[in-house]
Structures are given as C-alpha cells and as structure tokens.
C-alpha cells in the first residue's frame, strides 16, 4: 500500500501507526558496531549497571530510526523523493532493550516546491512511545512528497 502523496496531507493531521517494534539487545549492539559507536552505556551490562539507568540503554539514532521507520509503510512508501533534515530531536526518556515502541505524526506545515512543481515540502513532528506510553524520541523532520501523478484520482 502506497504512502500519502503531498496533497494527501493536511496540516494539522495526526496519525497513530499501527506497526510497533520491540528493539532487542542484540540490534541495540549490532546498530552500535555498524556505526562504530563504542560508547559502554549501550553495550557494557557492568558498566550501565553503575549508571543512573541501572542497565543499557538502545542508542538514541536507532530509537529515532525505528520511529521513522514505523511511519513508512502509512506515510512515505513510494511517495518520498528524499528526508531533507531532522530538528529538534530530544530523548525525554531513554529506550531500554526489550521496549516496545510506537510511533505517532504530526503535519505541522507543508509547501509547494519552488523548484520541482511536481513536489512538495511537508514538516512533520514524529514522536515514539515505549509501551509504557513514555515518550523515547520526539523529533521534526522535513521530508519532500511527490504530487499525485496527473490523471490520478
């Protein structure tokens, strides 16, 4: 199923994602050795235990990045031309291995291109929710739609 085209969204719209996903240890490590972060409160269950959170927490960029992903298939597939930037990202409370996370967006603007009249600029707020209802990630992100092709509906 196709994501929204730019006309598709309205500013002000919502949307609750259905698709959840529970970030195991094992790709909390895996995410770290790809992007050769060696930072221990990610990966060292001794060293995390000495820490305020008591154990490791998932990197904050694989938190974002599954958040973003739980917005593919109902926002974006096949209808992104590219992200464009990520604002204002903060981590109000961490993920910890074994959450389940959820994700929520928001339309907070959109525009023609001026460049590409068969494009449109839309900013969204993405926030994601351990299943505790706690917020893990909130971000905004700027993302360039494709228009609806002509002649469809």
Do not use: W
């Amino acid at each position: 199923m196709p994501g929204k085209y730019y006309e598709e969204l309205s500013v002000g719209e919502r949307m609750t994602h259905a698709a959840r996903h529970t970030i195991s240890q094992e790709e909390n490590r895996a995410f770290c050795e790809m992007t050769h972060n060696t930072q221990p409160l990610h990966l060292d269950e001794v060293f995390a235990a000495q820490t305020p959170f008591g154990r490791p927490i998932v990197n904050g960029l694989l938190t974002l990045g599954v958040v973003v992903g739980l917005s593919v298939e109902d926002l974006t597939a096949g209808t992104i031309v590219a992200n464009l930037g990520y604002d204002n990202v903060q981590h109000p409370t961490p993920a910890f291995p074994g959450d389940s996370i959820r994700a929520e967006t928001e339309v907070l603007d959109k525009r023609e291109s001026k460049s590409k009249p068969d494009r449109g600029i839309v900013r969204l707020r993405q926030t994601g929710f351990n299943q505790k209802d706690e917020v893990v990630v909130d971000l905004e992100r700027t993302v360039m739609f494709l228009k609806k092709p002509r002649g469809a509906q």
